[in-house]
């Protein structure tokens, strides 16, 4: 059983449209970082959310925390083919290491 | 800004050769962590390291892999005996506290291929 489990797998989309992704999971978690990854680079962080409920807002992309804490959305609107990425839900352990989720690749067609 | 570095950024190596992968972290993170990603999957935790000792290491970081802190700056994994499944991007990341909720900063990684 994964610890997280993101959707869609992949989405793909024209330019100017609006699309949600999401991660869930069973536990509950104190935190959770969004990630942007392109091909052949790291991982970059986007945002942490702490609060239950949690809403933040990164120009076109809005990114909120379930009130239970379990279950994380990310929504890009009027998407750009500069969106395109994997994009990685991640929680730490009280060791400190990441736990990733598969990710949803998303491509933005101009 | 600072940011982690990680080098060399491809590194080919033939099966049952020695690799060592290395790392500067940021300058005043305590945490350092490698990750690895085998192509199309997902991005996996191989150890984590503080005050020159292991802190935690997942099933796949058996005895072909090791880490050091050679001196002040670097941070290296080891692959002592490389593998063909072992080919992924490695990444480097550090952190300058621990704990849940404290966020790592990631290299742009090493892909490495072993043929």
């Known amino acids: 059983t994964q610890l997280l489990e993101q959707s869609p797998q992949f989405l793909s989309i024209q330019e100017g449209e609006n699309l949600t992704v999401y991660c869930n999971s069973s536990?509950?978690?104190?935190?959770l970082q969004w990630y942007r990854q392109e091909p052949g680079e790291g991982p970059v962080l986007l945002v942490t959310?702490?609060?239950?409920?949690e809403v933040k807002k990164l120009k076109r992309l809005t990114f909120q925390f379930g009130d239970a804490r379990k279950d994380s959305s990310l929504h890009i609107t009027a998407a750009q083919p500069g969106d395109t990425g994997l994009y990685l839900c991640?929680?730490?352990?009280?060791?400190?290491?990441?736990?990733f989720g598969d990710g949803t690749t998303l491509t933005v067609k101009p | 800004e600072p940011e982690v570095t990680q080098t060399p950024s491809h590194q080919v190596t033939q099966m049952g050769q020695e690799v060592i992968l290395r790392c500067v972290p940021i300058s005043n993170h305590l945490y350092f962590y490698w990750y690895r990603q085998i192509l199309g999957q997902k991005v996996e935790f191989l150890v984590s390291?503080?005050?020159?000792?292991?802190?935690?290491k997942s099933e796949i970081f058996d005895d072909q892999f090791s880490v050091e802190r050679p001196d002040g700056s670097n941070f290296t994994l080891k692959i002592r005996s490389t593998k063909l499944e072992d080919s992924a991007m490695y990444f480097c990341?550090?952190?300058?506290?621990f704990g849940t909720g404290v966020l790592a900063f990631f290299g742009q990684g090493t892909r490495l291929t072993v043929v």
């Open positions: 536990s509950v978690f104190s935190s």
């Open positions: 990341a550090s952190s300058p506290t």
């Open positions: 991640a929680v730490n352990t009280n060791a400190g290491k990441s736990t």
């Open positions: 390291f503080y005050n020159n000792e292991i802190s935690e």
């Open positions: 959310v702490v609060t239950g409920g």
